[in-house]
């Protein structure tokens, strides 16, 4: 079976600093994809960031970028700049596919990020 | 792109009363989409996965009779909660997918609450 484990239930950095937050995974997969999303207190999830397991070049979106070590089974994504609104719920995810026409997704424990001002 | 709405966002019944949540992809043709629970401060628990046109998959100790889902068409999918209790109220979101990158587009949730 596929975990995903999240060790930092909480997580705070100053406005305007860089944070990293980590997370592992357990596969024997070869081909699955990676995600990042946020949840900010109006509970909506985002999508932050993905990955292909296929690519080796580490996934960029503006501020937000991961640290994918395949071997290692890590996926640690690495926020810039933190602002104010970057204060949300992060969870990480991991989803493979299931025969012709399923996917399966797994979600962490999430990762609570307060943005100090 | 890729927006997802869910209806109603609030909604308090009595218990015993049966509640109907649906969740639309509006901007794209979802092949599948999850219903999923969270309770607060946790992560999301997947309830079942659904295509369209084809019954619902459930999780483990996810009682089917009680959370029906129905997915008629490329866009819209309903979770009924039947004969609803007070331990049913919680926060229930839906997902969609159109692409084999899985990539999974979230509806704004809907909270229940069961008197």
């Known amino acids: 079976a596929q975990t995903v484990t999240q060790s930092q239930p909480e997580m705070s950095v100053q406005e305007a600093e860089t944070v990293t937050l980590s997370c592992t995974y357990d596969?024997?997969?070869?081909?699955?994809?990676l995600f990042w999303y946020k949840q900010p207190p109006s509970r909506q999830m985002i999508l932050v960031i993905r990955?292909?397991?296929?690519?080796?070049q580490n996934a960029t979106e503006n501020r937000f970028s991961v640290n994918f070590q395949k071997a290692a089974k890590s996926f640690s994504l690495k926020i810039s700049d933190s602002q104010l609104g970057d204060t949300a719920m992060y969870f990480c995810?991991?989803?493979?596919?299931?025969?012709?026409?399923?996917?399966?997704?797994?979600f962490g424990t999430g990762t609570s990020l307060t943005v100090i001002p | 792109g890729a927006v997802v709405s869910q209806h109603p966002s609030w909604v308090i019944c009595k218990s015993g009363t049966s509640v109907k949540i649906e969740c639309r992809s509006l901007?794209?043709?979802?092949?599948?989409m999850f219903w999923y629970r969270q309770f607060p401060k946790q992560s999301l628990m997947l309830m079942a996965t659904?295509?369209?046109?084809?019954?619902?998959?459930?999780e483990q100790g996810v009682e089917k009779d009680k959370f029906l889902i129905n997915h008629a068409s490329l866009t819209l999918s309903t979770l009924t909660v039947t004969s609803a209790h007070p331990e049913d109220s919680s926060f229930y979101i839906c997902?969609?997918?159109?692409?084999?990158?899985?990539?999974?587009?979230f509806g704004p949730g809907t909270r229940l609450l069961v008197l």
């Open positions: 901007d794209f043709q979802a092949t599948t």
């Open positions: 997902s969609a997918t159109s692409d084999k990158k899985g990539t999974q587009y």
């Open positions: 995810a991991f989803m493979k596919h299931v025969g012709n026409t399923g996917n399966q997704f797994y």
């Open positions: 990955q292909e397991a296929y690519k080796q």
């Open positions: 659904s295509n369209e046109g084809s019954k619902a998959t459930y």
């Open positions: 596969t024997s997969e070869n081909n699955y994809y």
